[in-house]
């Protein structure tokens, strides 16, 4: 069964960088996208930054320019480079796998999404 460990959060001054990480385990044949979301409390999550099978990305407007998605396809994993950190971007955040298709004896399984289990990123002033 396929699971998401997500790196370790942290806290940093403001105009600081983090990078934070999410692998999978399992066997996966494919997916349609990888993406992270952010959850500021008392707000639903919103979409950060996603990257599809393509390579192509696309970004919240108030991360353009600072974050960078990127992803290694042979470790199943996604990476979120995060630079000119501001307060405003502490949140909790999530990496998903979208539409990921496991390999399990044999059988490719029906799509299905998966979470990571939450990031704390926190921003001081």
């Known amino acids: 069964q396929v699971h998401l460990v997500e790196s370790a959060g942290g806290s940093v001054q403001a105009g600081g960088s983090l990078r934070i990480s999410c692998s999978a385990s399992?066997?996966?044949?494919?997916?349609?996208?990888m993406a992270w979301y952010r959850q500021i409390p008392g707000e639903n999550a919103t979409l950060v930054a996603i990257?599809?099978?393509?390579?192509?990305?696309r970004y919240a407007d108030y991360v353009k320019g600072r974050f960078t998605i990127s992803r290694d396809n042979a470790k199943n994993a996604v990476y979120l480079q995060m630079n000119n950190l501001k307060p405003e971007d502490t949140a909790v955040y999530f990496c998903?796998?979208?539409?990921?298709?496991?390999?399990?004896?044999?059988?490719?399984?029906?799509?299905?999404?998966?979470w990571g289990q939450g990031i704390q990123v926190t921003v001081s002033s």
């Open positions: 990257i599809n099978n393509r390579a192509d990305t």
């Open positions: 998903n796998f979208d539409d990921v298709v496991e390999l399990r004896g044999g059988t490719l399984l029906s799509p299905h999404d998966y």
């Open positions: 399992g066997s996966i044949y494919g997916f349609r996208s």
